[in-house]
């Protein structure tokens, strides 16, 4: 069961995927319902895309806001019809039910062997005998139940958390049950499946009442919000992302060469990212013992991953003209290479011809990677390989870390480039000296470091090369920047945005130059009190891995002093760098023609004492649109979902917890809007957020904690760093937000553009070229047919060559019903052009888990109340796939699921 709030859609399909392969490989079975019992709240994505579009009928779980189940109760609404897409709506509909009893037996009827409840004792000789009591009570608790579900069928869920240790115990008096129950007449009892449930229910021909969005956030009580993981463990969270565009890399560069290429391949980096997903990991629930564990097969699945991407990319820069006319997904290369034409110039350690080899630097956060920093001889330069995993182009900056000041940058044609150089500041210096040792086992041993910032254009699924060398003369030489400690700028400045600072260096005034929109913006940090669950105020629930519960409203700020700004001037990028406590770090950027603001984040040691509960710590950016208490967040990553603070659509809420009440799980992005004015906020990993004051945004960027909240951890979210035993200190989380400001009609263009470049950065590979080595064969390389790009609002999620050779496609609609005038329609993608001159033999198109063929999915059908409006009736969707097709319509909000053979 993976997690619905801290997980990416993507990560999700993967996750899913991966098991339904499992069970079709052993078993041959499709699944027909979702079981996410678990999962802390429950996302509109889970409904419409792991549920219909997988092709499940029905979806069970137990966890639902103690108020909404309330109600349901009373309403006979525990089961109903869920559409979780405005867009897709009707189409992608699906039977949903809330468990009775969360995922127990019914009061008084738990057998397992640790129970308190009596057993059927059936021999009428024994004093104990108490059969009749056991049947009675069955009856009175099936009739309370049937009084809260529609149709004359319910579901029991004999069990619970680490029962059936002794299964025998709990079968024999099941067995006991349905004998005597179906003996005494009154309810018919059998064993039975959630397949079989959902087809009676169908049959019942009884009407239902409609759910539209999500259930979060979820509260079990009135002060215990389990809003407070969606923040826990932020780094974690952070490199779960980062590796899931990893292996959308990976994948595609392993599909370039040839799955049997190299001896490694990226399955390792696949299980790992679909453990992760789960409930108690990517959420941050999960015991620090765990999450190191959980890291560790992260990092070895990475390190396989990059062995094949490093091989491919050595491949396909191969200094050979033969190679360079025939390096596309014409013919898979690994096929190529094992025929007599090409054996005279594969790479070294294939043939004997000597190849670039290549290597990644993983720690580029912190501004640590030996390859790009090693001094430059003469006649040697640093080839930087840039690969793009989207289909479109991109012109994007990029940043290095060099330890030279006198650097020229070329690009593949070998001219020169404009470029920047900027200092590294010194919390970063000092991050670098603390992990990398960490992490390494070895001190960073450059310290005089620089940033070297230039602009590269790198084409669709493909990559583009740039070399850098030591520069003798002014002509082509980095530009040193401007630095101005202690200093603050009144205006920064990019081609499409101003921004406007006060003498004291806070940020003032955000300008869109290109709609001419202004609005006021300030950031601050601050922290919340974590109640200790002690105290009679705190009611015995404390803030924990799971639950955010704050000691009060106020939120105080990280330090009483000056906040202290320095200023970077340059020729591509302007920098102000903030401190605002000693713990407390950021920096904001504006790139020369960048239409948003970019900030990064260092937040950490949280300082704490053995006295405190603990700290939470947010950003809070405040503008002056006048929201009125609206605000949109994603859907993991996919729809934008309205928000209302202290309101829900289902039921009148009880706003007992003002601030964690009012969070929700932000995997892209959150926004406010006034009139045709959007302020928006894109995240780079999963993050938990709110507005909780008219024009503000607030988003937590770390916890640390010294107590447990009583939900299954049993320890407290306090994560440090060790050098050695004798040597640790509380974790430093660094993440980045995008701040745009922008006209209705251009924020989603925005949002869902940039959203897919900030999930998918240019993966850098790094070699050395010297004069005797020669040049690169294959400088620029694009998968698809010359000139060839997807359309602006169709984004691949997954290219994965499977076992036989065969291609797994996804191809998904980045936007919304009316979210945009010119992208929220239907798009046609000529499937041919994607793989450029390699001949696409046949496609067919799957469901969404790609466990069988759309078209053989038959999903049932239900009745809504006749007083429900189904608002969304009007649906647009692409027709499927017929064979001999090579072009896919694809409706906003669809993904089309396709396995490709090819000639």
């Given at each position: ?265 990226t399955d390792s980096l696949e299980d790992a990212l679909a453990i992760l997903q789960h409930h108690d990991a990517v959420t941050g629930t999960e015991q620090q013992h ?120 070329r690009d593949s044609t070998g001219n020169a480039i404009p470029s920047q150089l900027i200092p590294l500041d010194s919390v970063t210096k000092k991050l670098k000296e ?230 929700y799980p932000i995997n892209l992005g959150i926004y406010l809007q006034e009139n045709n004015t959007e302020f928006s906020v894109l995240v780079d990993r999963a993050i ?216």
């Amino acid at each position: 069961m993976h997690d619905e709030a801290g997980a990416s859609y993507i990560d999700m399909i993967d996750q899913t995927t991966l098991g339904h392969r499992f069970i079709k490989s052993q078993f041959n079975k499709m699944p027909r319902i979702g079981w996410q019992i678990d999962p802390f709240g429950h996302s509109a994505v889970q409904a419409y895309l792991l549920g219909a579009e997988v092709g499940f009928d029905g979806l069970f779980f137990a966890r639902a806001d103690y108020q909404d189940i309330a109600k349901r109760r009373a309403t006979r609404g525990m089961e109903f019809v869920w559409q979780g897409s405005r867009t897709l709506s009707s189409s992608s509909q699906i039977f949903g039910g809330i468990l009775a009893n969360h995922y127990s037996p019914p009061e008084g009827m738990n057998f397992d062997f640790k129970s308190n409840d009596p057993l059927i004792q059936d021999n009428p000789l024994l004093y104990d005998y108490n059969l009749q009591e056991r049947i009675d009570l069955f009856v009175k608790r099936a009739q309370e139940q049937s009084e809260q579900f529609r149709s004359n069928h319910i579901m029991w869920t004999m069990g619970q958390d680490f029962n059936y240790e002794q299964a025998n115990t709990w079968f024999k008096q099941l067995d006991k049950l349905v004998h005597y129950m179906n003996k005494d007449g009154r309810i018919n009892v059998f064993y039975s499946t959630p397949s079989i449930y959902v087809d009676s229910k169908n049959t019942a021909n009884i009407t239902w009442p409609l759910k539209t969005e999500d259930f979060f956030p979820y509260a079990n009580c009135s002060h215990c919000y389990w809003t407070g993981y969606f923040s826990s463990r932020l780094a974690l969270k952070g490199y779960v992302r980062r590796l899931s565009a990893y292996l959308m890399a990976a994948r595609q560069l392993e599909f370039a060469v040839g799955r049997n290429f190299s001896a490694d391949n990226t399955d390792s980096l696949e299980d790992a990212l679909a453990i992760l997903q789960h409930h108690d990991a990517v959420t941050g629930t999960e015991q620090q013992h765990v999450a190191n564990d959980y890291a560790k097969r992260l990092a070895t699945g990475a390190s396989k991953a990059a062995k094949v991407m490093e091989v491919a990319i050595s491949v396909l820069t191969a200094s050979s003209s033969a190679l360079n006319t025939a390096t596309n997904w014409f013919v898979p290369i690994w096929e190529r290479l094992t025929s007599s034409k090409y054996l005279s110039v594969l790479p070294k350690g294939i043939s004997g011809r000597s190849a670039l080899s290549f290597d990644q630097c993983l720690l580029l956060n912190i501004s640590y990677c030996p390859p790009s920093e090693a001094q430059l001889e003469d006649g040697t330069s640093l080839v930087v390989v840039l690969y793009n995993t989207l289909g479109w182009s991109r012109k994007e900056m990029v940043r290095i870390p060099v330890s030279s000041t006198r650097l020229q940058v070329r690009d593949s044609t070998g001219n020169a480039i404009p470029s920047q150089l900027i200092p590294l500041d010194s919390v970063t210096k000092k991050l670098k000296e603390i992990y990398v040792k960490a992490y390494t086992g070895n001190s960073s041993s450059n310290d005089d470091v620089y940033t070297l910032v230039f602009k590269a254009s790198v084409p669709p699924l493909g990559f583009n090369s740039y070399f850098i060398s030591a520069s003798n003369g002014a002509h082509g030489c980095a530009s040193l920047s401007s630095f101005k400690n202690h200093e603050s700028p009144r205006e920064v400045f990019s081609s499409k945005t101003k921004l406007k600072f006060s003498s004291s260096g806070q940020l003032q005034q955000f300008t869109d130059r290109k709609s001419g929109i202004v609005s006021a913006v300030k950031l601050s940090y601050c922290w919340y009190n974590s109640s200790d669950g002690v105290t009679e105020e705190a009611r015995g629930q404390s803030s924990g891995a799971y639950v955010f519960r704050p000691n009060s409203s106020s939120c105080y700020p990280v330090d009483s002093k000056e906040m202290v700004s320095s200023y970077i001037k340059g020729s591509l990028v302007e920098e102000v760098h903030q401190t605002f406590s000693s713990w407390v770090f950021q920096v904001l950027r504006l790139y020369k023609d960048a239409q948003y603001a970019e900030i990064e984040y260092t937040i950490g040691p949280v300082p704490v004492n053995s006295s405190d509960a603990g700290k939470e710590i947010v950003t809070r950016i405040s503008t002056d649109l006048e929201s009125e208490k609206i605000f949109y967040t994603d859907s993991n990553g996919r729809d934008f979902l309205k928000r209302v603070r202290d309101f829900r659509s289902d039921w009148e809420l009880n706003a007992t917890e003002p601030i964690s009440g009012n969070y929700y799980p932000i995997n892209l992005g959150i926004y406010l809007q006034e009139n045709n004015t959007e302020f928006s906020v894109l995240v780079d990993r999963a993050i938990g957020g709110s507005s909780l004051k008219d024009g503000d945004v607030e988003l937590m960027v770390q916890r640390r904690l010294l107590h447990d909240d009583h939900r299954g951890v049993q320890e407290a979210l306090n994560e440090t760093i060790c050098i050695d035993s004798n040597e640790c200190e509380g974790l430093t989380v660094r993440g980045k937000f995008l701040l745009g400001l922008h006209s209705t009609q251009e924020s989603a263009r925005w949002r869902r553009n940039q959203g897919q470049r900030l999930y998918s950065p240019l993966e850098m590979f790094f070699s050395k070229l010297s004069s005797s080595t020669g040049k690169i064969g294959n400088p620029t390389f694009s998968a698809t047919e010359s000139g060839y790009e997807l359309p602006q609002n169709i984004a691949i999620i997954t290219l994965q060559e499977m076992q036989n050779g065969d291609v797994l496609l996804r191809l998904a609609h980045l936007y919304e019903a009316g979210e945009d005038i010119e992208l929220s329609t239907v798009v046609r993608v000529d499937l041919q052009k994607i793989f450029g001159l390699r001949q696409v033999a046949s496609v067919v198109e799957l469901n969404l888990s790609a466990n069988q063929e759309r078209a053989s999915m038959k999903p049932l059908q239900w009745q809504l109340d006749p007083n429900v409006e189904d608002a969304a009736a009007v649906h647009v969707r692409g027709p499927l796939l017929k064979p001999g097709d090579r072009h896919i319509d694809i409706a906003p909000m669809e993904i089309r699921t396709l396995l490709v053979t090819f000639g």
